[in-house]
């Protein structure tokens, strides 16, 4: 079993839906990060949680630490949102530890 | 300047050659990554500097070999690579201990032939 889980692995949507992308992990952890990754290499930090909830545009992301979970939702999703979507999570030491990705796909 | 540059783009190369990756930034960050990526998978860390001294080295077989000249830079030499290799390579960097920011260069797409 990896150490960091994600579902769905892939994931089509409908310009302007709410999307929900998860992340579930089974250590301990200081942080979690989720990242994007276009096509060509690109990879962009979108948030690091260690509680709660944070906002930036239209991207959130929360964690619940007991549960070992999060969740990064996109409201009113729109094509240019299509990317791989990276959860990770940081134990310590500069280390990452990345889930396997969700291919995102938003029509027009 | 928020960017880690990445040089080349691409790169094909045999399997007898030896050649270089190039990383730069000029944040003043003082840690800076190596990280392997196959299609459809997520990075794999390779190497951490810390302070221009190597950090972690992941049992990365020697046929990788990294280089902190200074703070600015990274490089990581290549010879003797196996077609199993071809991989996008990526290069990040970070204040140490800081991953909330951390940057990614575009990565070095490298075919070993």
């Known amino acids: 079993k990896n150490e960091v889980e994600q579902s769905p692995q892939n994931l089509t949507a409908q310009e302007g839906e709410f999307i929900t992308i998860n992340c579930s992990y089974s250590?301990?952890?200081?942080?979690l990060h989720w990242l994007q990754q276009h096509p060509g290499g690109g990879i962009v930090s979108l948030f690091m949680?260690?509680?709660g909830k944070k906002k930036h545009g239209r991207l959130i992301a929360t964690i619940n630490i007991q549960e070992k979970h999060s969740s990064l939702h996109i409201t009113a999703s729109h094509p240019r949102d299509s990317a791989v979507y990276i959860c990770a999570v940081e134990g310590g030491g500069n280390k990452l530890v990345f889930g396997a990705g969700t291919i995102l796909r938003v029509k027009s | 300047d928020t960017e880690v540059t990445q040089t080349p783009k691409h790169l094909v190369m045999g399997m007898t050659n030896k050649k270089s990756l190039k990383c730069e930034q000029h944040m003043g960050h003082r840690a800076m990554y190596w990280y392997k990526q196959k299609a459809k998978k997520p990075p794999e860390l390779m190497f951490v500097y810390s302070y221009e001294k190597l950090s972690i080295n992941e049992s990365v077989p020697s046929r990788f070999s990294p280089e902190c000249p200074n703070s600015s830079l990274l490089n990581l030499h290549l010879h003797a690579l196996q077609p199993e290799d071809s991989a996008l390579y990526l290069c990040?960097?970070?204040?140490?201990?800081?991953?909330?920011?951390?940057?990614f260069g575009s990565g070095t797409q490298l075919s070993v032939l």
């Open positions: 990040a960097s970070s204040q140490p201990g800081q991953l909330e920011k951390l940057f």
């Open positions: 949680l260690s509680s």
């Open positions: 250590v301990g952890i200081s942080a």
